[in-house]
């Protein structure tokens, strides 16, 4: 596994499902991670916790991320996943949600460098395949030591080092520091991967360049807009229309098909991801670098970026709608239709039952974490 010159799909819970992974694969993304298991409900053999481990056989170039505080445990659930063909074992070192916090995983482990140290030792020791750590900034604004936490990481034996450049109180209220990025990387010697705000191929290209990272990741870009995997091979921007975007969509819809059935049950399970994607879809707008590269400069946060709303055909004002209720709707015109026509046939008619709310469609809200 070679963890240089590579753009990683990022770990994402919910998000980061199989089917979307593969939609991801699709669209020019290449290296793809699974989303965060709990080691020791891996150990405990838990079903759901297990299936987060589960790669499908086009992803070659797969890596497992767990949670864990305790070697045995990692080491154990890094062989699972092994087991289950991923090429590398990251661990999670930057989650804030409570849960894990509580159970001294996470973001907790950048408050203690000689505790992580010891469990990515063990782990590089435990496991076949290379170990990475995946780091934030430090736990808040006053207490930023990533590139201490970084250089631990190193001497322990881990592989490569992600650094999502906010720090844990941040969460996604501030821009990614990439100078920071950019600071952590100078210092090391395993490949640094640089993780924060990229939505476009060329915030990608100067991100890349200016920091010196070895690699980026990209999250909320890819949920958004799946195919910009694409884009950054090509360095060019794709402007899908409304009618290709949903075309995009329904090919989703069919990937969750096939994973979890063509049954009551799979649609029952495809409806608790597919409209929480359309909540990311819903976000794209055509950020086309002719009119956007200055402005991305001053304004990398996603929810502060404003493209006009003007003279929007109905069926893109439709796959802007921010509510729930009419994802959900959406979610379900997907599932049924054969094909993008009468997917687009059913769309329009749903336009003219629940008319875009004026307004609604102009906001890029904040997105998760
Ligand atoms: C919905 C969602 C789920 C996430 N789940 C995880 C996770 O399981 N493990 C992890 O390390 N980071 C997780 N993250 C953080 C991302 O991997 C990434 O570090 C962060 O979103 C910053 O990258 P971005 O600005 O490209 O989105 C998640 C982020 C989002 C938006």
């Known amino acids: 596994m070679d963890f240089r010159n590579r753009v990683f799909l990022a770990p994402l819970t919910k998000g980061g499902n199989l089917p979307f992974r593969r939609l991801c694969l699709k669209h020019g993304c290449v290296v793809t991670m699974g989303e965060m298991a709990y080691a020791y409900q891996v150990v405990k053999?838990?079903?759901s916790?297990?299936?987060l481990l589960r790669k499908h056989d086009d992803e070659t170039c797969f890596g497992a991320q767990i949670a864990a505080m305790r070697i045995d445990d990692a080491v154990k659930a890094g062989a699972e996943a092994v087991d289950r063909g991923a090429s590398w074992v990251d661990l999670n070192c930057g989650c804030?949600?409570?849960?894990?916090i509580k159970r001294r995983m996470g973001a907790t482990l950048l408050r203690k460098p000689r505790k992580l140290a010891r469990l990515v030792a063990g782990m590089v020791e435990g496991l076949s395949v290379p170990v990475t750590v995946k780091i934030r900034l430090g736990w808040s604004e006053d207490e930023q030591n990533a590139s201490e936490v970084a250089r631990v990481c190193e001497e322990?034996?881990?592989?490569a080092v992600f650094v999502h450049g906010r720090t844990k109180?941040?969460?996604y209220s501030r821009a990614a520091d990439w100078d920071a990025i950019g600071q952590i990387a100078s210092e090391r010697t395993i490949p640094v991967i640089g993780n924060g705000d990229l939505l476009t191929w060329y915030e990608v290209k100067d991100r890349w360049q200016q920091s010196g990272v070895a690699s980026v990741m990209l999250g909320r870009g890819a949920l958004i807009k799946p195919w910009i995997f694409r884009e950054i091979t090509e360095q060019k921007a794709w402007e899908p229309t409304a009618k290709e975007r949903l075309g995009v969509y329904h090919d989703f819809s069919v990937k969750l098909k096939e994973h979890f059935r063509d049954d009551e049950k799979g649609r029952e399970r495809t409806m608790r991801f597919l409209p929480w994607h359309l909540d990311f879809f819903c976000r794209y707008r055509p950020f086309s670098d002719e009119k956007w590269v200055a402005s991305a400069k001053e304004h990398p946060l996603m929810q502060t970026r404003m493209p006009s709303e003007e003279g929007l055909s109905l069926l893109e004002q439709l796959l802007r709608d921010p509510r729930k209720e009419v994802h959900a709707r959406i979610a379900e015109l997907l599932w049924d239709a054969a094909d993008v026509d009468e997917a687009e046939a059913s769309a329009l008619a749903l336009a003219a039952e629940m008319p875009p709310?004026?307004?609604?469609?102009?906001e890029i809200a904040t997105a998760h974490g």
């Open 45 to 47: 053999k838990s079903r």
């Open 169 to 171: 109180d941040q969460r």
């Open 49 to 51: 916790e297990l299936a």
């Open 357 to 362: 709310e004026a307004g609604a469609a102009g």
């Open 96 to 100: 804030p949600i409570h849960d894990i």
């Open 156 to 159: 322990a034996g881990a592989q």
